[in-house]
């Protein structure tokens, strides 16, 4: 899989496969951390186990788990969308936790013993609520309670950074999908437009939505003051980067491409809805401020 399609994947995780509830049933008994064997089958849950101190614990992960690098080291079974069932039995998982609106995954773990818990993440407080969870269902709830006032505290500190001044309208997207005129989107509501938020900008997309895709019409029309484009992988290599920053430059009448400020960010954090959001939100404020990375006041 290229990796900017791979892109498009994530972004299905915080669209389309990022909607669903929880368990309804009722938690195991626990005998104790001990008894934990735990299956991740999402990037940010990954990163909320391990920093919730429960890494021992897990003992398989998704494709797509790529941190921290302590991670990579345990198998990987697949991920929501086609999961290796034979290979998730033989590493006797007694919980598995995703997120993911694809009931059959939940059944057939279920169906074999495995309490399977669905979380969402949205949105921030989604994100709080599925660490607060993840910390009920695996006895860590003082843990959980640590990690989001350490992950509060991170934003809190970026707001700092960035207050009194100016909040430019910033529009976050990906690389366009070779072949296509549309451009994939944060819309009003998701994470990053609450990163956005902390980072000292308005969104300039301007309506409700998860990951929208526009046209490049509409992102002119838009007008834009910042521009961050998150290519990862592949999409990040020195040679595409300078081809997305070439096919903004074909917009000039957008103030962002006429004051120079497109971005292209290379992180993949900047969209993964986990103990990371304060790093992201602080990558997001040095380029729409980047008096902030200088240390002008």
Known sequence: MRRYDTVLFLLCGLSAILSAGCGETEPPEMDGGDALRILSLT????????????????????????????????PAVGDTLHINLQQVIA????????????????????????????????????????????????????AARRLIERIEADLEAVRRRVAGRPRPRALFAFPMTIGSA??????????????????GAENAFPDRAHWPTVTPQKAIAMRPEVIIINATGDSGAP???????????????????????????????????????GLAAGRLAEAIHPEVKEGRP
Do not use: K
């Open 91 to 142: 590493l006797e998982p007694t919980m598995a936790f995703m997120i993911t609106g694809r009931t059959g995954i939940i059944r057939g773990l279920e169906a074999r013993g495995i309490r399977a818990v669905a979380l969402r993440s949205d949105t921030l407080p989604e994100m709080f609520e599925s660490i607060r969870t993840i910390g009920r269902e695996t006895g860590r709830e003082e």
């Open 239 to 277: 040679d595409r980067i300078e081809a997305i920053r070439q096919a903004w430059a074909n917009w000039p009448s957008i103030p962002a491409v006429a004051a120079g400020r497109v971005h292209v960010l290379t992180e993949a954090y900047l969209t993964i809805p986990g103990p990371r959001v």
């Open 182 to 199: 549309r451009i994939m989107v944060a819309g009003r509501g998701t994470f990053v437009d609450a990163l956005l938020e902390v980072a």
């Open 43 to 74: 990037p940010n849950v990954t990163e909320m186990l391990f920093a919730m101190g429960l890494g021992d614990s897990v003992v398989g992960r998704s494709t797509w788990c790529r941190y921290p690098p302590e991670a990579l080291a345990l």
